[in-house]
T-cell receptor
Framework: GAVVSQHPSWVICKSGTSVKIECRSL??????MFWYRQFPKQSLMLMAT?????????EQGVEKDKFLINHASLTLSTLTVTSAHPEDSSFYIC???????????????FGPGTRLTVL | EDKVVQSPLSLVVHEGDTVTLNCSYE??????LLWYKQEKKAPTFLFML????IEKKSGRLSSILDKKELFSILNITATQTGDSAVYLC???????????FGEGTQLTVNP
């Protein structure tokens, strides 16, 4: 099946620093990648939709200047949490949607997630 | 606003029991409903349902969709401790590709 990787799997940083999280589709090309945030005992909340070669579309309430998304190629999207604060501590998960012809285009394949802790 | 509601929110059973998890939804232009299993990390895909009344089956897991009543169920028979996880239901609309997730059902299977 399709594999999506994330790096790093966990990160601890000081308040005020920026953290970059990478999401890669390893064996397929993804025109669209999604970034989710999940707080403990809560469901996944979509933060933004990232399309290769264009600007990301952010969900209501998500600050685009704080959560910078870059989707530079069909296999890589990055999320940078700028000037992180303790309230940004969460589990960040990306998913990738395959291009036409590689499995079902309705299926999103999830990465293993990145646990961010901001001290 | 799209809405996906799962029930129960948590469930504790013994090994060997059969469980039924529910997912109801309200979306403007429904396209498909997906079930995921989430253990400690990110969700893993279980089923995608687009048509009413057609059961999807994978081992001890099965799922069916009712587009008239706007709900889906996920059945797990002969549960095992390895089935303990959060089961997430998500709905996709015809426009765009975003998924709207329910709150999840935390299933605990005790030996």
């Amino acid at each position: 099946g399709a594999v999506v990787s994330q790096h790093p799997s966990w990160v601890i940083c000081k308040s005020g620093t920026s953290v970059k999280i990478e999401c890669r589709s390893l064996d397929f090309q993804a025109t669209t990648m999604f970034w989710y945030r999940q707080f403990p005992k809560q469901s996944l909340m979509l933060m933004a939709t990232s399309n290769e070669g264009s600007k990301a579309t952010y969900e209501q309430g998500v600050e685009k200047d704080k959560f910078l998304i870059n989707h530079a190629s069909l296999t890589l999207s990055t999320l940078t949490v700028t000037s992180a604060h303790p309230e940004d501590s969460s589990f960040y998960i990306c998913s990738a949607r395959a291009v036409e012809g590689r499995g079902s285009t309705d299926t999103q394949y999830f990465g293993p997630g990145t646990r961010l802790t901001v001290l | 606003e799209d809405k996906v509601v799962q029930s129960p929110l948590s469930l504790v059973v013994h090994e060997g029991d059969t469980v039924t998890l529910n997912c109801s939804y309200e979306v403007t232009n429904f396209r498909s409903l997906l079930w995921y299993k989430q253990e400690k990390k990110a969700p893993t895909f279980l089923f995608m349902l687009t048509s009413s009344g057609i059961e999807k089956k994978s081992g001890r897991l099965s799922s069916i969709l009712d587009k008239k009543e706007l709900f889906s169920i996920l059945n797990i028979t002969a549960t095992q401790t390895g089935d303990s996880a959060v089961y997430l239901c998500a709905v996709k609309e015809t426009s765009g590709s975003r998924l709207t997730f329910g709150e999840g059902t935390q299933l605990t299977v005790n030996p």
